[in-house]
């Protein structure tokens, strides 16, 4: 049985190697995910035992109750600290004090960006640090900077660097050392950090209290380090936690692994989709090749071959192939996860050194769904050739296509079951919005599913469409035609294409439509022309002087510039957002928000404004006395309810008088708000903010576009990262075109030669060819298109009341969607158009 | 070398071949065709010298493997020759590059298989146009539902080949063979997978288009009753040309058939 079907595969080399490609990608994208989850995690386990490395126990802070931004640093006491040191087994005890801060490279503004600049104290045993230039610093006025740092702000050696925390004003440092990390590492991670003296680490951090991030105790000879936490318990008390270094690394590694999950789920989904797509392909592949041999199954029969021997031998090719291309997808998938692997370490992690751990459960698994899924897509195929019997596939007549029948009508019916599904989730009949989020999603799913099913019927009309473009043209009408001679076989080829467009379409249009809702927003809803802001993200809160807002004012064009401060206080018991500002009525005005009761007027200091869902959150109305006391503060003050806001996302929150300011956790404006006049400049206004902005670090001003853009460019990325799905779905597209060309060109020799005898030139032949390449080819995108922007719409409409309020089609992306169809059609179509244009004609209509 | 043309007969129903043979549609002289080489070559044709006269149907027979396909491939420009060269209405075929040839088979001939080999895509009208829409030119309408009405197509138009029995489907292409009057139809075994009535009707329809369109036909054939419909039948046997019958009937041609049989050792098989 084997050896008759490595032979028949030999006959085939070329379609099997083609149709093999698309088991390699998926069984090597799976691997690869398995193997880089598994790689980066060895990376980052390594990287995480280094922190602390040497230390038995760790002692720190109990992490603060989530206050939103985590504002006040809490640390470990300076009494803790002695206490430790004099229990008994303490050998000695290693000082940590770390926290984010800011410094200014040489442009000006901080350094860093998204994440912030670390503080450490020289000191700290949480990490080794090797110095590369100069020494550690001595004096408080002297800093020891990581390579990254210096790097990054572009300062070196000897020169100055401006440094602060929310506690502190701005102070400069020299730089007496750069140091590195073991193994030549630049940084942690890729974190830019700054070591100062111990006290100065701690005025930074902890506001000059004498107080510590982490203690990293020692154990004396002989203590065990769990009896040391169990005894350092009772001694640290409340304030603090106890943990050995064991769980200390557990933990970290734990949470890193939730994070290197991600990735590696995000890998293995592009690994199911191509095994997905790959289903159809062999199906069609063995279909093709069973078809071609109808005449030898035939044989096999009459001379006595049962039913199961006919099915035997075909899976035994499929298994056979499978096997190949498993193994091949395997290997290539495991050197791609490795190679990725080096390049997240080298370039996210800095990790220096790279881990690599190959899983016997990632080549299990991508061995078994490389087999698996090509021996199951024979299944198939190969059933339906032992049912032929033998005297029809005897006669060389070529058979009417299978009728479609059965196929159009489960799709239909999913179809409209799907559809049923994403009606009742859009209209929210299910009852809940988790439930009517869920009935659309897997409707959209269901649609989906059944719109491929319906492929074969939609390519009669679609397929003949679609080749209305090509009519001016003769061959180009013969080639329509032929894209639309067998249905069946046409759907299958451009399901391929299909599945992969759909889910690009559907996901484009969603990211744009939440880009174009938030674009949609700040136009309408927000009436400032400019924002003061800091970085979008940022573990620090950006903040300013509020003196700069009377430059502001001062410039030409600018109408109105309000300043506004934040912070998470505590109002009657609970977190509450609490805004104040200069010129409250400005604000609401700028951010066009609306009174439902109480006046517009400047609120006095004892009155407080609030907006309707807040309000009633707490029970309370116009009038009613709240008492808040802010980060800062060190008392409740009592307001009256002064003035009732109208809900609105912008304005939504608290808000009180400016005296309260410098009880705020950020005691300086956050943002500001300018308006411009109408008709005037925006880009010299924007430029002009800037200029008065020179000695703000942390903030510039950007319009709405850039503030938009700013906000959005995640999406950006997302959109782009799956337009690599697109670019695999591309690749198992060509694949499957080629394959079923080659068929049609094949089967129809005789015509070919018939077309060629009467006159038809070889331009002719390659010109039909490539007509019905592109046509299949445009006929998957096309309807992938529609079925995923049709997807698209019901997801945003879905979001809606989350926001995503505004359906935007991505138009430059379908434009690209249909040059790449063409482009797969155009690839696909050399092979065979080459083929069938070398016909020899003799040999085609010679026919005895 | 032997005239492939005897002298005629004196008789009633020669002007129809006199006449018209004045001018030649076609004529090979001198042509050989090998296969293969060394132990296993084949030479199908031997040195065949043949002229076909405008306007008149020619039949050419012979037993199985004769050569006879392979004559007409060559005057068709279909296949090449060893030597020798193949003449088509005043323009020599011998040598022309796939381009030329390729053209010239678009305009200058026509063709009928046996296999009736239409574009299964194609309704009928659709495949009588098809030589036409090849070149990118408009048909002659009046030639063609002339051709129509002639082959009883009218009521078949706008069907697919699959819905046309065998005959229709044989007329269909006999129709496109005749759609952009060519200089020569070639028709390779055109009745061979035809009942007697089908081929009866295609057969008269060939004769027809001589007599009344003046059309050249050059029709290779294994049937005797069907080479009767023929001005003239040429014999070939081993890749010579070996008779040359004019004005035959079906007896004539069993005769004649007979009369090599003895000679040549045959592989006498029925199409
Ligand atoms: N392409 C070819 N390759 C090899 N031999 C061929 C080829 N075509 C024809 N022949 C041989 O040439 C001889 C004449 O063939 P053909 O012209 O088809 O004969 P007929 O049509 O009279 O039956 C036969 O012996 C045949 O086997
Ligand atoms: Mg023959």
Known sequence: ?848 | MPLSTPPAPQSVQQSRGLQQRSRAAVTATGLWRAYGSGEAQVVALRDVSVAFASGQFTAIMGPSGSGKSTLMHCLAGLDTTDRGSVDIGGTVITGLGDKALTKLRRDKIGFIFQQFNLLPTLTAEENILLPASIAGAKADPAWISQIIRTLDLQERLSHKPTELSGGQQQRVACARALATRPEVVFADEPTGNLDTRSSGEVLRFLRKSVDDFGQTIVMVTHDPSAAAYADRVVFLADGQIVRDLDRPTADSVIDTMRGFENRVPLAGEAA
């Open chain 1, 1 to 848: 049985m084997f050896r008759a079907a490595l032979k028949g595969m030999a006959a085939r080399k070329a379609r099997l190697a083609l149709t093999s490609l698309a088991v390699v990608l998926g069984s090597a994208f799976i691997a690869a995910a398995l193997v880089l989850t598994a790689s980066i995690q060895a990376t980052v386990d390594e990287l995480n035992a280094e922190s602390f490395a040497g230390s038995d126990v760790l002692v720190q802070p109990v992490a603060p109750e989530s206050r939103g931004d985590s504002l006040v640093q809490q640390g470990v006491s300076a009494e803790t600290l002695a206490a430790v040191e004099g229990t008994a087994g303490v050998e000695r005890v290693g000082i940590t004090v770390a926290g984010a801060i800011n410094a200014i490279g040489d442009n000006g503004k901080v350094v860093g960006g998204l994440s912030p600049t670390m503080a450490a104290n020289w000191a700290d045993e949480a990490h080794d640090r090797e110095l590369r230039e100069g020494r550690g610093p001595e004096g408080d006025g002297e800093v020891a900077v990581s390579a990254k740092f210096a790097d990054d702000a572009g300062l070196g050696l000897g020169e100055s660097v401006t440094a602060y925390s929310q506690t502190t004003g701005q102070t400069a440092y020299e730089i007496v050392g750069v140091y590195g990390y073991p193994g030549g590492r630049d940084s942690l991670g890729g974190a830019t950090e700054i070591a100062f003296t111990t006290a100065e680490a701690q005025r930074l951090v902890f506001d000059g209290d004498d107080a510590y991030s982490a203690l990293a105790v020692h154990a004396a000879d002989g203590t065990d380090a769990d009896d040391l936490a169990a005894a350092l318990e009772p001694v640290v008390g409340s304030e603090s936690q106890v943990r050995t270094w064991e769980d200390y690394n557990a933990e970290a590694t734990a949470q890193s692994a939730e994070l290197t999950g991600l990735v590696g789920n995000f890998l293995l989904g592009f690994g199911l989709i191509a095994v997905f797509v790959s289903v159809f392909l062999i199906a069609n592949t063995f279909s093709i090749v069973i078809a071609g041999r109808l005449k030898e199954i035939a044989t096999m029969r009459a001379i006595g071959a049962g039913r199961s021997q006919v099915v035997r031998s075909i899976l035994a090719e499929a298994l056979i192939l499978g096997a190949i291309a498993a193994v091949v997808g395997t290997a290539v998938g495991i050197a791609g996860g490795a190679g990725l692997t080096a390049a997240i370490a080298n370039s996210f992690l800095d990790a220096g050194q790279v881990s690599l751990a190959v899983p016997v459960s990632a080549v299990i698994a991508a061995l078994a769904v490389g087999i698996g899924v090509t021996v199951l897509a024979a299944l198939v195929p190969a059933v339906r050739a032992s049912k032929v019997p033998p005297v029809e596939a005897m006669r060389a007549a070529v058979k009417a296509d299978r009728p479609i029948t059965v196929i159009t009508v489960v799709g239909t019916i999913v179809t409209l079951a799907g559809g049923a599904a994403m009606a009742l989730g859009l209209t929210h009949n299910l009852g809940g919005d988790k439930a009517a989020l869920a009935g659309t999603a897997v409707g959209a799913g269901l649609v989906f599913v059944g719109v491929t099913m319906l492929t074969a019927w939609l390519s009669k009309p679609l397929v003949g469409a679609l080749g209305r473009l090509w009519s001016w043209n003769f061959a180009g009408k013969l080639g329509r035609r032929n894209a639309a001679r067998n249905p069946r076989r046409t759907a299958v080829t451009a399901s391929a294409l299909m599945i992969g467009v759909t889910l690009v379409t559907a996901t484009a249009t969603l990211l744009t439509s939440v880009k174009a809702s938030i674009e949609d927003y700040f136009g309408e809803a927000v009436k400032a022309e400019l924002f003061v802001t800091g970085p979008a993200v940022s573990e620090l809160p950006a903040s300013f002087d509020p003196a700069v807002m009377d430059d502001i004012r001062a410039i030409d064009d600018v109408d109105a510039a309000v300043e506004i401060y934040y912070d998470i206080a505590d109002i009657d018991g609970t977190e509450q957002y609490v805004n104040t500002t200069t010129d409250f009525g400005g604000i609401i005005d700028l951010f066009s928000g609306e009174f439902a009761e109480g006046g517009t007027g400047e609120l006095a200091d004892d009155e407080i404004a609030v907006n309707q869902s807040a309000a009633d959150q707490l029970g309370v109305g116009i009038g009613d006395a709240v008492a808040a006391e802010f980060t800062r503060g060190t008392e409740a003050h009592e307001f009256t309810v002064a003035a009732i806001l109208v809900d609105n996302e912008n304005t939504d929150g608290w808000y009180v008088a400016p005296v309260y300011a410098d009880e705020f956790y950020t005691v300086k404006p956050m943002m500001a708000l300018v308006d411009v006049s109408d008709g005037a400049d925006i880009d010299a206004v924007t430029a002009a903010v800037d200029d008065a902005l020179a000695g703000e670090p942390e903030v510039s001003a950007q319009n709405h576009e850039a503030f938009v853009a700013e906000v959005t460019v995640f999406f950006d990325f997302a959109i782009i990262a799956i337009q690599l799905l697109l670019g695999l779905a591309m690749i198992v597209a060509v694949i499957g075109v080629v394959n079923t060309l080659i068929l049609s060109v094949l089967e129809r020799t005789r015509e070919l030669g018939m077309l060629r005898a009467i006159g038809m030139t070889r331009g002719q032949t390659v010109r039909m060819v490539i007509v019905e390449s592109v046509t299949i080819a445009l006929f998957g995108a096309v309807l992938g298109i529609a079925v995923g922007l049709g997807l698209g719409w019901a997801l945003q409409n879905a979001l809606a009341d989350s926001g995503v309020d505004v359906f935007a089609v991505p138009t430059a992306l379908i434009a690209g969607y249909l040059a790449a169809a063409v482009l797969v059609g155009l690839l696909a179509a050399i092979a065979p158009a080459t083929r069938a244009a070398k016909t020899n004609i003799l040999g085609a209509i010679a026919y005895e």
